[in-house]
């Protein structure tokens, strides 16, 4: 039995409006494709991605510059890639905390001045820098008497110290007879300038 479309009359009434224009020759043929015009918009995902990569990457770089002295001290293979690649000074890092005094004597020497021995400890797995030492001589009140800053370059002829390791010191120095007189003890402090 051959198969013969519904006629518009007997389509229910839903139907009967879209099945009164169409035709069964027309219906055969496939209908023709309008041009959809491409939007600007259609190019905003790629820009969001191009923007999302910029960003990262900048990101990175940012990274590279603020931990470069950390990076070079873990891994000293890429001292030359980044001073080239940030043209700028790559130094030690400088960790107050890694950095301990493990022993210090202060005594009076017997040809004159005073002499102040420390050991430095590095507590990292990586070198730090050398830090500068703060040594306050007090009196009996515990009331600070004279007070000196030594430089990293007085303390030790490395700039850092290597990781796990230890610095000794030794620094010898003068003071006033009047001073002198007065002085039963010292501190030591040290951090970076």
Known sequence: MPLTP?????????????????????A??????????VSPQASWPVLWVMG????????????????????????????????????CEITWPREPEAVLI??????????????????LKNTQHHPVAMPALELSLTDLQD??????????????????????????STLNFDLDDKVSQRITGFRAFIFYP
């Open 143 to 168: 009331q600070v008497l004279v007070r000196r800053v030594f430089t990293a370059d007085e303390l030790s002829a490395k700039d850092h110290v290597q990781a796990l390791r230890d610095v000794r």
């Open 52 to 87: 999302a990569a910029l960003l990262a990457v900048v990101l990175m770089w940012q990274f590279l510059l603020a931990q470069r002295n950390w990076l070079v001290a873990e891994e000293p293979a890429l001292r030359p890639v980044l001073s080239a690649l940030c043209a």
């Open 102 to 119: 493990e022993s210090s004597s202060f005594t009076e020497n017997p040809e004159g001045g005073y002499t102040v021995q420390l050991r």
């Open 6 to 26: 519904p006629s518009v009359a007997d389509a229910p009434p839903l139907f009967r409006a879209a099945m009164a224009t169409a035709t069964v020759g027309e």
């Open 28 to 37: 055969a043929k496939p209908a023709p494709r309008a041009e959809i015009p």
